[in-house]
């Protein structure tokens, strides 16, 4: 019988009444492992209750004290890696040490939090005018939510909660139903850390859940990270209920490898980039440009047995360089697209869509594909494709590479291999891309600078974490502010200047 997860809700856990599940899969043994209640309206009201509850005394926490409670999560965090990678591993799929770093990089993001107190400082004017000071203030908005996706379910959360809970806020977290239980585990730490109930809520769910929390007018803000088609609607109707929403979408993420770069280190960074996390990263490389054939078959010849090499195991298995995909559902439509590319016209250099693994038969497993000769016309080009496959796209010229990734729809994360500075940071400034890497393939900025993509990567124009996100989840007050001795003016009638 599989275990039956909650809410967390107000510092406990709340069993879910809806009636409604959703199963949690062990992606490596390919069976229902737990079940997740799915909120309806009345219990994510109760969560953003909870939150509006605790609000007012949070918020007049002096920030130090708020940033005291974040240092005691991380330490908690940290005592339990091992049990929480172990949890998210097991849910997701992804390798131990690659669950590991998911966690790792939601810790930096507390971290950069707990430095709240200085980042939360306002600008002072003195003498604006006579007599006059004028200051702006960072205030929270007050209850936010977060609806994040399975493929970070410990990172991205993070990356919303930890700078948001800093600010003042309080938040609510919808997490992604296929992986819940490391946000769950993360909520109940935060509570454990010192943050009084109603700080960190967890209300799992699906659509019903994002539709409460998009429309409740004690929400303030949403930040959802997703595939771009929800990303789309959940920013276009929280706009609408006039919330501030901030919403990361899908991508397509190429690499242009130059004729002058050290091609060994280009294919094993594609290797790393492709097929780590079977593909299943907003950031992974699916596409690689080499410039020119001849870089183009040197590449291959490179990339085939590499790809052929690939350990395919068990997530919990450390010889494994990556583990099944999330769902039986979704190697389906990896492998869809692998069928589709044939259909194209690409040439399938290695076909990993039978690859299975004994003993774990029923497991989500498959190998890493690699496809020849794609063009910016074929949907398997178009389309993310968010599985173990890489596509070689061939450019004639720097300019058609750089053409590619910048006329593409998704605008997320670009590479660029070369020895060449003057091409490297021409690249750099001219592409249309958020997040570009010199000879770095998954160029994630870390948690002191911010993440976010461009065109449909992204809606809304403010990133997640650094100071990006401290202006996510602040409202800015300015006061100007007269303390007059002896000054009298009479009525003043027209605006008043500084002339
Ligand atoms: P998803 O869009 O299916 O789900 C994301 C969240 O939205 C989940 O919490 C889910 O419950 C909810 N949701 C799903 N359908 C919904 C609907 N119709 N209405 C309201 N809510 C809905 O995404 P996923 O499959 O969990 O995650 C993978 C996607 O996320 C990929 O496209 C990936 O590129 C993207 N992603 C983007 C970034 C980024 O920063 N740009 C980071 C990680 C993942």
Redesign the pocket.
Known sequence: MATTLQHFIHGAAVAGGSGRYGDVLDPTLGVVAKRVPLADRAETEAAIASAAAAFPDWAAQNPQKRARVLFRFKELVEREMDSLARLLSEEHGKVLADARGDIQRGLEVIEFSCGIPHLLKGEFTEGAGPGIDMYSLRQPLGVVAG??????PAM?PMWMFGVAIACGNCFVC?????DPSVPLRLAELMLAAGAPPGVLNVVN???E???TL?TDPRVQAIS????????A??YATGAAHGKRVQA????KNHMIIMPDADLDQAADALIGAGYGSAG?????ISVAVPVGDKTAEALIDRLRPRVESLRVGPSLDPDSDFGPL?SAE?RAKVRAYVDLGLAEGADLVVDGRDFTLQGYESGFFMGGCLFDRVTAAMRIYQD?I?GPVLSVVRAGDFEEALALPSSHPYG?GVAIYTRDGDAARDFASRVQVGMVGINVPIPVPLAYHS???WKR??FGDAN?HGMEGVRFFTKIKTVTSRWPTGIRSGAEFSIPTMR
């Open positions: 609806i994040t996706p399975f493929n970070f991205i919808k997490p992604s139903e296929k769910g699906d659509r859940a994002v539709e998009l959802f990270v997703g595939s771009t088609a929800v990303a609607q959940v990361m979408g899908g991508a299943e990263r907003c950031m992974a999330v979704h993310e968010f997320n993440f976010g993509g990567s992204a997640q």
